[in-house]
């Protein structure tokens, strides 16, 4: 990935960050398949319960970008909100925003930790919250993921066998009847 695209992606993403925050919560976890350095979407958790729930529908993210035949991706998610939804231990900064670059012979973690300012409340007694983005530790390569992330890392680039004549068009309609919220780029919409 050039750096570009890289710079670009972690850009979008912050900057989801901070409106989601803005709004009175994190982004779900995304992931952004490559193929030959062209994104073909960006991929969105859909709603899960607590516990295995949680972590299967993360590590089915990884489902497009085998679809896709993705030869990299981008994952990201909030370390606090993956620990509680998954009921695991917190590893690493909380809060931070996680961005693992990955492609099959490896990853690099990057973190983002922030800490929360309130700004205001809302009629509904609800705090508008904004990051205050803190100084960025090195990137990590090989760096510690979470179990549901490091499933979706590894399952991202084994080939899906489905006996279909558009196996990343059905996947792409599965996975958004299941409820993951799939926004393709031009260049790979249906």
């Not at 970008?65 to 998610?77: H, K, P, Q, R, T």
């Not at 990853?107 to 309130?118: E, K």
């Not at 990051?131 to 680039?157: H, N, R």
Request: aromatic fraction near 6%; proline fraction near 10%; hydrophobic fraction near 45%.
């Amino acid at each position: 990935m050039d750096t570009q695209t890289w710079d670009a992606l972690a850009a979008s993403m912050k900057n989801a960050y901070t409106a989601g925050l803005g709004e009175g919560a994190v982004p779900r976890p995304v992931i952004m398949p490559l193929v030959r350095g062209e994104l073909v979407g960006l991929i969105w958790l859909r709603p899960v319960e607590t516990g295995k729930d949680a972590l299967t529908g993360i590590a089915q993210l990884s489902n497009i970008a085998a679809a896709a035949g993705a030869d990299e991706i981008v994952l990201a998610w909030e370390t606090h909100d993956i620990a509680t939804a998954c009921e695991l231990p917190v590893i690493g900064p909380a809060p931070c925003l996680n961005l693992v670059h990955a492609t099959k012979d490896g990853h690099t973690l990057h973190q983002f930790p922030y800490t929360q300012q309130s700004l205001a409340r809302s009629p509904e007694g609800l705090a508008t919250v904004e990051p205050q983005w803190l100084p960025a530790p090195q990137p990590q390569p090989g760096g510690e993921l979470v179990p549901p992330v490091q499933a979706a890392v590894d399952y991202s680039f084994i080939p899906l066998e489905l006996d279909h004549p558009s196996p990343f068009g059905v996947t792409v309609i599965l996975m958004e009847e299941d409820g993951y919220s799939v926004r393709l780029t031009e260049a790979f919409a249906l």
